[in-house]
C-alpha cells in the first residue's frame, strides 16, 4: 500500500501564491508518475497537472498553464504544486495521485490517491 498525504493548503487572497505538497510513504517505491487534480464544491473532479518520474516532462490543464507549476524531489518521495496568481476560481480540494511503474501519466485510473488540502482563494 502507498499511503499519500497533501499539506500546505490553506485560505489566500486573489493573486497569492500558494505551494502545496503531497508527500507518499508506504511500501517501497520505484518509478512513478504523480498527477494532481482538484475539486470545486458541486463540480467533478478536475485534471490540473501531471509530472514524470525525471521531472523532465509536465504537463497542464489550460485553465491552469501559466500559473501553476509542478516540480518533484524524489529522494524525498515529495512532489510540489506551486501556484500563482490564484483566483477564486482555484479554489477547491487539491489532491494527488501516483500511476506505479509509470514515468508519466494522464488519465484517470491512477494507483493510489491522497485525500486532499483545501485551497480557498477569496477576491
Known amino acids: 500500500q502507498v499511503q499519500l498525504a497533501e499539506s500546505g493548503g490553506g485560505s489566500v487572497q486573489a493573486g497569492d501564491s500558494l505551494t502545496i505538497s503531497c508527500a507518499a510513504s508506504g511500501r517501497t517505491l520505484s518509478t512513478y508518475a504523480l498527477g494532481w487534480f482538484r475539486q470545486a464544491p458541486g463540480k467533478e473532479r478536475e485534471f490540473v497537472g501531471a509530472i514524470s518520474w525525471s521531472g523532465d516532462s509536465t504537463i497542464y490543464s489550460d485553465s491552469v498553464k501559466g500559473r501553476f507549476t509542478l516540480s518533484r524531489d524524489n529522494t524525498k518521495n515529495t512532489g510540489y504544486l506551486q501556484m500563482n496568481s490564484l483566483k477564486p476560481d482555484d479554489t477547491a480540494v487539491y489532491s494527488c495521485?501516483?500511476?506505479?511503474?509509470?514515468?508519466?501519466?494522464?488519465?484517470?485510473?491512477?494507483?493510489?490517491w491522497g485525500r486532499g488540502t483545501q485551497v480557498t482563494v477569496s477576491s
Open positions: 495521485a501516483v500511476k506505479i511503474g509509470t514515468s508519466m501519466y494522464v488519465g484517470w485510473t491512477y494507483d493510489y
